[in-house]
C-alpha cells in the first residue's frame, strides 16, 4: 500500500506558511491529504494563490474568533474528529502541521491518537515564558515533545531539539519571497510611515498594557497605519482608549489581502507587532521592528540591532531605524524544498 503525507492547517498563517511546502509538493506531482480544521476561513487565500482545495474540513461550523476560551472549547470538540478521520485512512502514514496554534496542537494529540508519525514544521522557537505569548507558547512545548520530525527554523532552534531534527530556515521567507513577486507600492502612502499590528490575547486582554502600545505608537515620528483587527479594536472601544488614537497620527486600515499588506510591509519604515511572522518579514525586507510583548520567541533577531523588545515601557529614542542589510538567522528562502527534500525520501 502506497503511504501519503497529511497536511493538517487551520489558521491563515498557517496556510500562508504552508503554502510554498504545498506548491512544492504539487510541482513534484506528490500527492497528499489537506485536512483544514476549519478555524478560520481560507477560501480566499487558496484561490489567490491556487493551491488544491483541502479534501477534508473537520469542523466548518465552529471555528472561533480569537476568544482563547472558546478556542479550548472548539479544540476539545474538534481533536476526537479529527482522530477518527485520520485512524480511518490506513494510507496516511506522516502528519504534518505547523506552528503554535489550537490547529497544531490538535493536529499533533489527533495524529499520535490515531497511530501516525507526527511532523512539527516551524519546530524549536522558544520565549522562555508560558504565558508569552499565550497559548502559543505552551502549543510549541507539548507539539515539539510529541514529534517525530521536528523541521527548526535556525541554528539556535535546532540545538534545543532531540532526536530526529533538520534545521532549514523558516517557510514564512519562501511565502514572503512569493508573495513579493506580485506586489505592487501601496498608493496614497507618504514616502516615510509605520506599520502596526495587535492582535495577541495577554496584551488586548490588559488595559494597562493597551494604554501603553497606544501611547507608543502615537509618538513614533511619522504616519502610523494600523492594521487593526476586530478584537484589538473592540477592546480599545471597551477602554475608552479608541479617540486618543483618532486624534493621532494613527491611521487604521481596513482589512487587506496578504499580497496587498506585504506591499504596504515592502515601502514601510518600520514596523511595530506583537505578532511572530511579521517580525520575520521586518528582518527579511531589512525593515526596523518593534516587538510590543515582553519576550520573544524569536530571540535571535533582537541580535541584528534592528528589532527592540518594548516590555511595555519607554523606549529612550528611534535611532534604530534605519533600513540596512543585515544577517538572517532564519535564511532567506528554500525551506520548503529543504521539507519536501526529506518527506519525500521518506
Avoid at 499588506?261 to 518600520?270: A, P
Wanted: aromatic share 8%; charged share 25%.
Amino acid at each position: 500500500m502506497t503511504k501519503k503525507i497529511a497536511i493538517v492547517i487551520g489558521t491563515t498563517a498557517e496556510y500562508i506558511k504552508m503554502m510554498p511546502v504545498f506548491k512544492e509538493f504539487e510541482k513534484r506531482k506528490i500527492d497528499i491529504e489537506f485536512i483544514h480544521t476549519g478555524q478560520h476561513d481560507l477560501s480566499e487565500l487558496i484561490k489567490t494563490f491556487k493551491t488544491q482545495q483541502p479534501s477534508i474540513i473537520v469542523n466548518p461550523k465552529d471555528g472561533f474568533k480569537g476568544d482563547t476560551g472558546s478556542a479550548f472549547g472548539w479544540a476539545k470538540t474538534t481533536t476526537p474528529m479529527l482522530k477518527k478521520i485520520l485512524k480511518e485512512n490506513e494510507k496516511i502514514e506522516y502528519v504534518i502541521c505547523h506552528g503554535d496554534t489550537m490547529s497544531t496542537l490538535i493536529a499533533t494529540i489527533a495524529g499520535r491518537l490515531a497511530g501516525k508519525k507526527i511532523v512539527h514544521v516551524e519546530a524549536g522557537l522558544r520565549s522562555g515564558n508560558l504565558f508569552e505569548p499565550f497559548p502559543e507558547e505552551i502549543v510549541r512545548r507539548i507539539v515539539d515533545s510529541l514529534s517525530d520530525v521536528k523541521f527548526a527554523v535556525s541554528n539556535k532552534t535546532a540545538l534545543r531539539l532531540k532526536n530526529e531534527v533538520y534545521n532549514v530556515g523558516n517557510t514564512s521567507i519562501d511565502a514572503l519571497n512569493i508573495a513579493l513577486k506580485t506586489t505592487k507600492k501601496p498608493k496614497g502612502f507618504p514616502k516615510k510611515y509605520a506599520v502596526c499590528t495587535v492582535h495577541r490575547h495577554e496584551n488586548i486582554k490588559s488595559k494597562k498594557r493597551m494604554i501603553s502600545i497606544l501611547d507608543l505608537i502615537t509618538r513614533i515620528p511619522m504616519p502610523v497605519y494600523f492594521a487593526i483587527h476586530k478584537n484589538t479594536l473592540s477592546k480599545i472601544e471597551e477602554y475608552g482608549l479608541k479617540d486618543e488614537l483618532i486624534n493621532s497620527n494613527v491611521k487604521i486600515i481596513d482589512h487587506k489581502t496578504y499580497n496587498e499588506f506585504v506591499g504596504i510591509l515592502k515601502y514601510s519604515s518600520l514596523i511595530l507587532t506583537d505578532g511572530g511572522s511579521m517580525q520575520e518579514e521586518a528582518a527579511t525586507l531589512n525593515i526596523p521592528c518593534v516587538i510590543l510583548r515582553m519576550a520573544t520567541e524569536r530571540e535571535e533577531l533582537l541580535e541584528r540591532g534592528d528589532q527592540v523588545l518594548s516590555k511595555f515601557g519607554k523606549i529612550g529614542g528611534f535611532n534604530f531605524i534605519k533600513k540596512k542589510k543585515l544577517y538572517n538567522p532564519y535564511y532567506n528562502g528554500g525551506a520548503s524544498k529543504q521539507i519536501v527534500d526529506i518527506m519525500v525520501r521518506k
